[in-house]
Every structure is written in structure tokens, then in C-alpha cells.
């Protein structure tokens, strides 16, 4: 049955994927079955700091009637205010420690495919939202935590301590961890695991320590200009398009550093309208990531000069956003040795260490809890997958769905079991 329910959350979340701060159907599908099964439930308005909160951009009544037509749970999607996201507590009434978990719900900017040949597509349970996708396992991640609660609620009187169960939006461009780390519900949890589906490791593998986690700044940038007839008075233009494009030309070229690893890259360019008409907006995306905070910075540092230089040759002004932020991960060590031989036991070949090489925000919850004097670790439950992640025909084996549910239990057991 728990293979069944998996595969059932799994599949029904990535028919109907929704974006960063819009998993209002999937918030409302999450906090009913917490519910049901027992959890006191938290929503985001109250989870999240709102200060914190980075890259939102929406229309809450369109994404919310969406949402309903969609099949949202209408009492709890009515008790949502403007935050998506859900923690669900588990409190046996014994003393003992407070557990934690974390899974993304959000999904990625990405046109699912429709070949024959992509499973989703051939079974009837691709994406029916366009330009929105499943493509990075969330989906999975949101199943396992479901599912996980299941087996929670089952287990009864035979725990101690309490359980939060995060179930976190906008992890997708680095959105939504830092307000939830600063959301007050971390401060007393005494060990924190998050994991992730795939990311370099196969299908009966757990790399309990991934390395080289970047850090990272997600910015938007928007030039001011001034418009003017192109033909008439060119000269009375000033080119925020053209702004726009030196800029991004001159990011593109920023020198790496001798210290370590850094990236950049500008993900989309909009301005302009018309072709008679000197542009007079221009938006860029882009971020910068870094093996340390200070290697990060250095990129944005860079960037930043690069726009200002930018918009006083077209006699431009600009406005910078940063719209996410992640920060490096180290597991607990300790934490690391207790869960070897618990993957182990379920025939989970362990990884000591192995590059993750992008960019997590869980790394916001999971310094939270270590400043507190707590552990955390962040997981990789390795899958095979049809393609790499973020691709239109990405897909992952299902099979490793059930393991991962029961290293999490065993966890827990062998934390609160009484």
C-alpha cells in the first residue's frame, strides 16, 4: 500500500505542478491530509517571516481560483490568506526530542515534453499546466513527506518527543528558505534532515554528506531609459534595452576567481516596444553562485558595478532586486554516522561523499538549527532518471520512493521509539 500511496501523490502532484508562492492547490492537498491524519497544522502566513520572503511576484485571487478549478480543497484553500506552504506537528505527549523534515513542494519553469516516449506523457499523468513542470522531483520530495506522515499517525502511542514536518514552497530560485528558517518554528528542534531525489546518485543510492554546495544570488535588474521615435528623434532616446545588453555582455565576461568555483549566467532579457521605438524598459534575470559566501559576492559585487557603468553610458538608471539567496550546507557529523547503517538496514548502498555542485536554500533551515545547537544533514536518495533535471522529459524511478520513506521512519524510531 505505501508503494501505491507514493506513486498516487506523486503522480497527481505532477499532473497539476504549480510555481514558486502559487502551490495553493498543493498547500490546501497537504494541510487536509496532515489534518485528517491527526497533525495540527500550520499554514505559511504563519510559518514564514514575511520580511524574508524574496522573488513573489502574483496575482493571489487568479492563482487561487486556479487553484479551486483544479481541485483545491475549498475550506482549507479559503484559510489560506496569501502564504502558500504547510508544517504539520506531531505531538505524542511524552517527553523526548523535536524531529524535523523538509520537502520542497514547488515546480520548475519548464514546457513538459509530449513525445511518446516520456513516460508521463505515454501514461496519461503528464503536466496539463503549460510552461510548468515536476522537472526537479519535488513531486517525489511532497509524496515521501505524505506518505511519511501516513506512517507517523500509524505509529501512535509508540513515540515520543514531537515531529514538524516542513512542507516548503518556492525552493525554486532560492525563494522561500530563508523566511521559513526565520519563521520561529525551527528554534526548537533538536535534528532536521531534508533530502533530494537524484542529483548525480542511482537508484539504491544515499550520499549521506554531499559536498560543494554554492552559494547564490538571484537578481533582477530593470532599466529606466527614455523612449523616442526611432526614425524622428533618435537622439532624444536613451536605450535601456541596449543598457540591458551591454550589461549582460559584460556579466558574461566577468573574470572567475582564483579561489574557487563561480558561475553566472542571465536566464532571460525582455525589453522594447516596437521596432520604430527607442526602448525605454528593460528587465534582466540572471544570479551569480559561489563555493563561499565571499567568492559569491565577489560575482555580485561585480555585477552590480557592471550594471551601474551600464546604465550611465545610455544614460539610463536601473533598479536591483535581489529576488533568492542560498547559502553553502555542511551536515552534522555526528548526524552523518547515525544514519549509515539505518540505510543500510533497508539495503541502501551509502555514498560518504559526493559534489552536489548547484545551489539549496535548505541550507537556511539547516544553519537555523545548528546555530540553535541542533543537527542537520541534507540527503541525496539517489534514482535513475529518463533525463537530467530541470529537462522537459526529466523522470525519475518511483521505485526509490518507498526506501526513502522507510530511512526516515527508522530515523525517527530510532530517535523517539519508545
Same mark, same amino acid.
Given at each position: 500500500?505505501?508503494?501505491?500511496?507514493?506513486?498516487?501523490?506523486?503522480?497527481?502532484?505532477?499532473?497539476?505542478?504549480?510555481?514558486?508562492?502559487?502551490?495553493?492547490?498543493?498547500?490546501?492537498?497537504?494541510?487536509?491530509?496532515?489534518?485528517?491524519?491527526?497533525?495540527?497544522?500550520?499554514?505559511?502566513?504563519?510559518?514564514?517571516?514575511?520580511? %524574508?520572503?524574496?522573488?513573489?511576484?502574483?496575482?493571489?485571487?487568479?492563482?487561487?481560483?486556479?487553484?479551486?478549478?483544479?481541485?483545491?480543497?475549498?475550506?482549507?484553500?479559503?484559510? *489560506?490568506?496569501?502564504?502558500?506552504?504547510?508544517?504539520?506537528?506531531?505531538?505524542?505527549?511524552?517527553?523526548?526530542?523535536?524531529?524535523?523534515?523538509?520537502?520542497?513542494?514547488?515546480?520548475?519553469?519548464?514546457?513538459?515534453?509530449?513525445?511518446?516516449?516520456?513516460?508521463?506523457?505515454?501514461?496519461?499523468?503528464?503536466?496539463?499546466?503549460?510552461?510548468?513542470?515536476?522537472?526537479?522531483?519535488?513531486?517525489?520530495?511532497?509524496? *515521501?513527506?505524505?506518505?511519511?506522515?501516513?506512517?507517523?499517525?500509524?505509529?501512535?502511542?509508540? %513515540?515520543?518527543?514531537?515531529?514538524?514536518?516542513?512542507?516548503?514552497?518556492?525552493?525554486?530560485?532560492?525563494?522561500?528558505?530563508?523566511?521559513?528558517?526565520?519563521?520561529?518554528?525551527?528554534?526548537?528542534?533538536?535534528?532536521?534532515?531534508?533530502?533530494?531525489?537524484?542529483?548525480?546518485?542511482?537508484?539504491? #543510492? %544515499?550520499?549521506?554528506?554531499?559536498?560543494? !554546495? %554554492?552559494?547564490?544570488?538571484? !537578481?533582477?535588474?530593470?532599466?529606466?531609459?527614455?523612449?523616442?521615435?526611432?526614425?524622428? #528623434?533618435?537622439?532624444?532616446?536613451?536605450?535601456?534595452?541596449?543598457?540591458?545588453?551591454?550589461?549582460?555582455?559584460?556579466?558574461?565576461?566577468?573574470?572567475?576567481?582564483?579561489?574557487?568555483?563561480?558561475?553566472?549566467?542571465?536566464?532571460?532579457?525582455?525589453?522594447?516596444?516596437?521596432?520604430?521605438?527607442?526602448?525605454?524598459?528593460?528587465?534582466?534575470?540572471?544570479?551569480?553562485?559561489?563555493?563561499?559566501?565571499?567568492?559569491?559576492?565577489?560575482?555580485?559585487?561585480?555585477?552590480?558595478?557592471?550594471?551601474?557603468?551600464?546604465?550611465?553610458?545610455?544614460?539610463?538608471?536601473?533598479?536591483?532586486?535581489?529576488?533568492?539567496?542560498?547559502?553553502?550546507?555542511?551536515?552534522?557529523?555526528?548526524? *552523518?554516522? #547515525?544514519?549509515?547503517?539505518?540505510?543500510?538496514?533497508?539495503?541502501?548502498?551509502?555514498?560518504?561523499?559526493?559534489?552536489?555542485?548547484?545551489?539549496?536554500?535548505?541550507?537556511?533551515? *539547516?544553519?537555523?538549527?545548528?546555530?540553535?545547537?541542533?543537527?542537520?544533514?541534507?540527503?541525496?536518495?539517489?534514482?535513475?532518471?529518463?533525463?537530467?533535471?530541470?529537462?522537459?522529459?526529466?523522470?525519475?524511478?518511483?521505485?526509490?520512493?518507498?526506501?526513502?520513506?522507510?530511512?526516515?521512519?527508522?530515523?525517527?524510531?530510532?530517535?523517539?521509539?519508545?
Amino acid at each position: 500500500m505505501t508503494q501505491d500511496a507514493l506513486r498516487h501523490w506523486r503522480r497527481d502532484l505532477h499532473r497539476l505542478p504549480e510555481a514558486a508562492w502559487c502551490e495553493f492547490r498543493t498547500s490546501t492537498l497537504i494541510a487536509h491530509h496532515l489534518n485528517e491524519l491527526g497533525f495540527s497544522v500550520m499554514l505559511g502566513d504563519q510559518l514564514l517571516a514575511s520580511n %524574508l520572503i524574496m522573488g513573489r511576484e502574483i496575482d493571489v485571487a487568479a492563482e487561487k481560483k486556479r487553484a479551486l478549478r483544479q481541485g483545491a480543497h475549498p475550506d482549507w484553500l479559503a484559510r *489560506i490568506d496569501e502564504l502558500t506552504g504547510v508544517m504539520g506537528l506531531w505531538d505524542s505527549g511524552r517527553l523526548g526530542p523535536t524531529l524535523a523534515f523538509r520537502f520542497d513542494i514547488d515546480a520548475v519553469e519548464v514546457q513538459e515534453s509530449e513525445e511518446a516516449a516520456h513516460l508521463p506523457s505515454q501514461e496519461g499523468w503528464h503536466s496539463t499546466n503549460p510552461g510548468w513542470m515536476h522537472a526537479c522531483a519535488h513531486d517525489g520530495h511532497t509524496a *515521501i513527506g505524505l506518505v511519511l506522515a501516513e506512517r507517523i499517525a500509524a505509529l501512535g502511542d509508540k %513515540l515520543t518527543g514531537r515531529i514538524k514536518l516542513f512542507f516548503q514552497p518556492a525552493e525554486e530560485g532560492c525563494r522561500g528558505g530563508k523566511a521559513l528558517a526565520a519563521g520561529g518554528q525551527l528554534d526548537d528542534v533538536d535534528a532536521l534532515l531534508a533530502l533530494h531525489i537524484g542529483i548525480h546518485a542511482n537508484s539504491g #543510492e %544515499l550520499v549521506v554528506n554531499p559536498t560543494e !554546495f %554554492l552559494c547564490s544570488t538571484k !537578481f533582477d535588474v530593470e532599466f529606466m531609459g527614455q523612449a523616442a521615435h526611432a526614425g524622428l #528623434e533618435p537622439n532624444a532616446g536613451h536605450n535601456a534595452l541596449a543598457a540591458a545588453c551591454m550589461a549582460t555582455t559584460a556579466m558574461l565576461g566577468i573574470p572567475r576567481h582564483r579561489d574557487g568555483m563561480t558561475r553566472i549566467n542571465v536566464g532571460q532579457l525582455h525589453g522594447g516596444s516596437g521596432r520604430n521605438v527607442i526602448p525605454g524598459h528593460a528587465r534582466l534575470m540572471g544570479e551569480t553562485r559561489g563555493a563561499t559566501p565571499a567568492l559569491n559576492d565577489y560575482m555580485f559585487n561585480q555585477v552590480q558595478q557592471i550594471v551601474e557603468g551600464a546604465a550611465l553610458m545610455q544614460g539610463a538608471t536601473y533598479l536591483i532586486r535581489k529576488q533568492g539567496e542560498a547559502i553553502g550546507i555542511e551536515n552534522s557529523p555526528a548526524l *552523518i554516522e #547515525e544514519l549509515v547503517p539505518l540505510a543500510q538496514g533497508i539495503a541502501l548502498e551509502t555514498i560518504h561523499s559526493r559534489r552536489f555542485g548547484a545551489s539549496e536554500d535548505a541550507g537556511f533551515l *539547516i544553519e537555523r538549527v545548528q546555530q540553535s545547537g541542533g543537527q542537520a544533514a541534507y540527503l541525496i536518495l539517489g534514482a535513475n532518471l529518463a533525463a537530467p533535471h530541470h529537462h522537459p522529459e526529466f523522470d525519475f524511478d518511483e521505485s526509490v520512493l518507498a526506501p526513502g520513506v522507510a530511512l526516515l521512519e527508522a530515523w525517527l524510531l530510532r530517535r523517539l521509539g519508545r
